[in-house]
């Protein structure tokens, strides 16, 4: 692998590229490349055995202009400033492909959560949201889980903030443990996107989803639920993995039975269905129909992207190809069906969970998956139109030429104060 790219560059690069296809003035579209605001913090925070230790901390909120930021917090050793100004970015721009009223924005502690009890994560926790208070609320911005984090670590912000507030405000994260306000569907919704979106590519390729081999890198959450459901469409899941290596097996896995043993053993390496262990890059460059990256941002750069031999790619992460593979495979008919809108459906039941916590009045699971179905196959119809339209290069600047517009008309439409 070459150098690491900066995911903030990449999202400015990305946005260039789709401005070049509309009508936008050069001052708005600089507007449209930076944050609003980023609070960087040092919580100093006591630990089991009496000592006090220092975690950085952010929180970039980078467009308002269509509605209260939205976006997820992430535990990881390399968070850091530039990360999540890039992931707030792609938030703003994931909201607009698929049209729900929020910005963008993100938060990340630089901490590796395995080498912490419970305890210290929850005081950890409560420091952060004591921090936030000024900054979030249900009008204002609204957090939600993202690497190493879930419904514990949302229940204990919204915990803090009502506390502090004096006042119940479920609305203030999403992501929530259903007893805590939570909805049906969010936990699988990110890796139903992305099998959806996956369902449509195919569809509008005219290739067949069933017996379509398939490769999955990173085996958590999204990973394991994209999996499962394109296995239920009669796909074969022939490769996945995780941060310890990947498993291969010609004939396809059991998705379930490899989601439970990674469970049971923290990893899938060592799964005996599998006939033959690789590592990530291995798995990246394997001759699949569709290939699904959902680890960490960068994992294919230029260099990678050259020996990549999947047909169809489809990001269930944030930012996993660099603007040079995107060219890459741009140049060699790969299809590429971008993370803001594969992966949008963790923010869009976000906002179903927020919608159903501002009303007191919640969904069945089956009104949650249609509402994200209707969601994601309307998004993915204009996404075709723009590409078709404008004819665009490839599906992610088709993604950012709707998504950009939608951002520039509400600011058109609120004008700029002072």
Same mark, same amino acid.
């Given at each position: 692998m070459s150098e690491e790219a900066n995911p903030f560059e990449s999202l400015q690069e990305q946005i260039d590229d789709a401005a070049a296809f509309l009508d936008v003035e050069d001052d708005v579209v600089e507007r449209l490349k930076h944050p609003e605001r980023v609070l960087e913090l040092n919580l100093s925070v006591d630990?089991?055995? /009496? &000592?006090?230790? +220092? =975690?950085k901390a952010f929180r970039s909120q980078f467009n308002g202009d269509r509605g209260p930021y939205k976006g997820g917090i992430r535990y990881h050793p390399n968070v850091s400033r530039d990360e999540v100004k890039a992931l707030s970015g792609w938030m703003v721009y994931k909201c607009a492909v698929v049209d729900i009223p929020y910005g963008g924005g993100k938060g990340g502690i630089v901490i590796d959560p395995r080498e912490h009890s419970a305890a210290e994560l #929850? !005081?950890? &926790? !409560?420091? =952060?949201?004591?921090?936030? +208070? $000024?900054?979030? /609320? #249900?009008?204002?911005?609204? $957090?939600? $889980?993202?690497?190493? &984090? %879930?419904? !514990?670590?949302?229940?204990?912000?919204?915990? &803090?903030? #009502?506390?502090? #507030?004096?006042?119940?405000? $479920? %609305?203030?994260?999403? %992501?929530?443990?259903?007893s805590s306000g939570g909805s049906e569907g969010r936990v699988e919704a990110t890796g139903r996107s992305t099998m959806l979106t996956a369902r449509e590519a195919f569809d509008y390729l005219d290739k067949d989803i069933e017996g379509a081999t398939v490769a999955v890198q990173g085996y /958590?959450?999204? /990973?394991s639920v994209a999996a499962n459901l394109l296995e239920d469409l009669g796909a074969n899941i022939v490769a996945v993995s995780d941060s310890s290596g990947a498993i291969y097996r010609e004939g396809g896995f059991d998705t379930a039975a490899a989601k439970q043993f990674k469970r049971e053993t923290g990893s899938v390496s060592g799964y005996d269905q599998a006939n033959e262990e690789m590592t990530n890059e291995e798995l990246l460059t394997l001759d699949v129909d569709l290939l699904i990256p959902a680890a960490l941002e960068n994992a294919i750069d230029g260099e990678l992207a050259q020996d990549v031999q999947a047909d169809v790619v489809v990001e269930a992460a944030n930012g996993p190809l660099t603007p040079e593979a995107d060219d890459e495979l741009t140049g060699r008919d790969v299809y590429v069906f971008p993370d803001i809108l594969a992966n949008a459906g963790g923010v869009t039941v976000s906002y179903f969970?927020?919608?159903?916590?501002?009303? +007191?009045f919640y969904w069945t699971e089956e009104r949650v998956n249609d509402e994200l179905e209707r969601v994601i196959t309307d998004a993915f119809d204009n996404l075709v139109e723009a590409y078709e339209s404008h004819d665009l290069p490839n599906f992610r600047t088709a993604a950012y030429v709707v998504a950009i517009q939608r951002v520039v008309d509400a600011y058109s439409d609120n004008g700029n104060w002072p």
């Open positions: 630990m089991d055995d /009496g &000592t006090r230790k +220092r =975690f #929850e !005081r950890i &926790t !409560r420091s =952060f949201a004591k921090e936030l +208070r $000024p900054l979030i /609320g #249900e009008d204002q911005d609204i $957090p939600a $889980p993202d690497v190493n &984090t %879930g419904q !514990r670590e949302m229940n204990w912000i919204k915990d &803090t903030y #009502e506390k502090l #507030e004096h006042k119940t405000a $479920p %609305g203030v994260v999403t %992501g929530k443990a259903i /958590g959450n999204a /990973g969970e927020w919608v159903q916590n501002r009303q +007191r």
